[in-house]
């Protein structure tokens, strides 16, 4: 008798193992095509400024419209890494951006967008 009840508790052990190595379920990460112009004036040399030409969604994503200003860090392709200064697109060059955002819950702040824009390669 003691051997199957220490059979179940390894069992039951094993059973909550495998959830709690489950992979989480998360939301999908929403993209943005855009074609920007980078602004000549930068009033904020720590981001690039730049204002939306065109903007084409994948599925359902909200992208910014024509005409809208943003203000981000260029990305490298992977999103791994911002990518050096010297790499920005100049002043008064038209260059495609890919904006990725993904929507969800940051910790002590509620609901919250995480986003990356990352300039695609010519």
Known sequence: MIM?????KIGLAAALLCAASAPAVASNWEICELKVEVRDKQTDRQALQVRVLESQAKGQAECPQAGTALSFRPET??????????QWPKPGTTVKVRYRYLDGECKDRGPCRIEHYSPLQK
């Open 4 to 8: 199957s009840m220490n059979k179940r």
């Open 77 to 86: 392709t992977d999103y791994q890494s911002e990518l050096p200064r010297r």
